[in-house]
């Protein structure tokens, strides 16, 4: 268990333990917390996994770490920090835009189906595309023709879980 959470075989928390989490905040710091969705120091932590996110201020941004351990990295570089910040912010910003089931499941999968290290949202909205009835994702339109290319292959990537 991760503080009073109860976590998954596969060591995530449940949303709504998640949303529990974020609730602590205060409206506006949640609002943000929610669009910044990550941590930027550990960057597969999602905020409100590990209990409340701790805010900092850095160069005058306010800046979410999923906890206090995160707090000396975090100042150790802080223009690194407040980047990793501002990229995750455009990036929740752009998936919020989708229609509530497309962001759903590209939050979920979080990463192009084709280029594995390309975050969902990083290169403008997703492009959704169907693969033998299940949506996938991918970062833009170049991406299309070798998703499709070897569909399977393209599932397969999807399934897995992402180690980025």
Known sequence: ??????????????????????????????ALAEVQRYCPVLESQRLGSMGAPVKLMIEGKPVFLCCAACNKKALANRAETVAKVNKLTKIGATLAKLPAEDRAAAEAQRFCAVMAKSPLGSMGAPVKLMIDGQSVFICCEGCRDAALENPRATLAKVKQPSTN
């Open 1 to 30: 268990a991760v503080g009073s959470w109860s976590v998954s075989t596969a060591g995530e928390v449940s949303e709504d333990e998640i949303k529990q989490s974020l609730a602590e905040l205060a409206p506006a710091d949640r």
